[in-house]
């Protein structure tokens, strides 16, 4: 059966430094997110993107974060200064459809530790 | 407020006992999903009900939605100890552009 695969598993990374997180969503999918899960608490959305565009994104998704499609398979995540509070499992999903009609299939994750 | 609270937050049962977790949310929604998230893992999808719907039912999973209590029920029958895992339900709002989760339900079946 076809999967998300995300890229790290786990990446550390040094405070202030640029991380990018990558993803290949499956394939005949057209919409994708990203989310994220501080340890403990619960799964936030940051991002959905359609169309090569962003379609969505939360307060948490500010001027440090970027997303981009560079080309046909996959999606990337950037945090351009990375902070401690970006600590966290950041999960990659893909659908066919978008949020209102279809089922999210979700990556492992990438575990980020800023020190 | 928060969209999605489940509970109980924690729930130990015996293997073929059944679970019964509950979700209640604050805002009107379009459908709620229910995911389960094995430790350190990613999340599977499980079921979706849309909000013209009441109940549905995926081999021995069963999903209730009651919209005007804004709340949603996931049980397990006859649960074994692979089912040791989190529980968490999403919504997704009107609009149909956000998926917001509640903290989850851990779940521990032991055998």
């Known amino acids: 059966e076809p999967e998300v695969t995300q890229t790290p598993s786990h990446q550390v990374t040094q405070m202030g430094q640029e991380v990018i997180l990558r993803c290949v969503p499956i394939?005949?999918?057209?919409?994708f997110y990203w989310y994220r899960q501080i340890l403990g608490q619960k799964v936030e959305f940051l991002v959905s993107?359609?169309?090569?565009?962003?379609?969505?994104k939360s307060e948490i998704f500010d001027d440090q974060f970027s997303v981009e499609r560079p080309d046909g398979s996959n999606f990337t995540l950037k945090i351009r200064s990375t902070k401690l509070e970006d600590s966290a499992m950041y999960f990659c999903a893909s659908s066919r459809q978008g949020f209102s009609t279809d089922t999210q299939y979700f990556g492992p994750g990438t575990r980020l530790t800023v020190l | 407020s928060q969209q999605g609270e489940e509970d109980p937050q924690a729930l130990s049962i015996q293997e073929g006992e059944n679970a019964t977790m509950n979700c209640s949310y604050k805002?009107?929604?379009?459908?709620l999903q229910w995911y389960r998230q094995n430790s350190g893992r990613g999340l599977v999808h499980l079921i979706l009900i849309r909000s013209n719907e009441r109940e549905k039912h995926s081999g021995r999973l069963r999903v209730t939605l009651d919209t005007s209590k804004k709340s949603s029920s996931l049980l397990i029958t006859a649960s074994r100890a692979a089912d040791t895992a989190s529980y968490f339900c999403a919504t997704v709002n009107n609009a149909g552009n956000m998926l917001t989760f509640g903290g989850g339900t851990r779940l521990m079946v032991k055998p």
């Open positions: 394939s005949n999918h057209l919409y």
């Open positions: 993107f359609y169309n090569n565009e962003i379609s969505e």
């Open positions: 805002t009107s929604i379009n459908n």
